[in-house]
């Protein structure tokens, strides 16, 4: 899924690692993410968080899609930091799960996600609510 994602590795974002309800992706702040206050536009924190939680909840081959989410910015971040975000599933029912991602910038903190999950699809064999 990410090989076709344009958006994310358009904006230099590097998938980490990925495994089962769980990604790791980065991304260096650059100068053009910047808004009028000289730090990051919120909605690049966002997306890096959103790219997490996309590989995460589609880390184990069903089609899924955000259902919805938010997101808290802790502390601004500037031009040339290197944002780290950390997916993590949190539990999934039927189709539906919840997942937090937590970026950070040097072990710090700077922002916290949480996404709401639904699959499209479903794996083959027995069903799974």
Do not use: K, Q, W
Not at 29 to 47: C, D, P, Q, S, Y
């Amino acid at each position: 899924m990410f090989d076709a994602d344009v958006a994310s590795r358009g904006l230099g974002i590097e998938l980490v690692s990925a495994g089962e309800g769980v990604a790791v992706a980065r991304m260096r702040v650059t100068a053009t993410m910047l808004n009028g206050h000289a730090i990051a536009h919120g909605g690049f924190v966002f997306l890096l968080a959103d790219t997490a939680f996309a590989l995460a909840c589609n880390s184990r081959g069903l089609v899924t899609v955000a259902a919805g989410a938010e997101i808290s910015f802790v502390r601004p971040v500037r031009a040339g930091d290197l944002l780290v975000a950390r997916a993590a599933e949190r539990t999934r029912y039927g189709r539906s799960g919840i997942y937090d991602v937590t970026v950070t910038r040097d072990d710090e903190v700077v922002a916290e996600f949480r996404g709401r999950s639904r699959a499209l699809s479903r794996p083959e064999g027995p069903s799974v609510g």
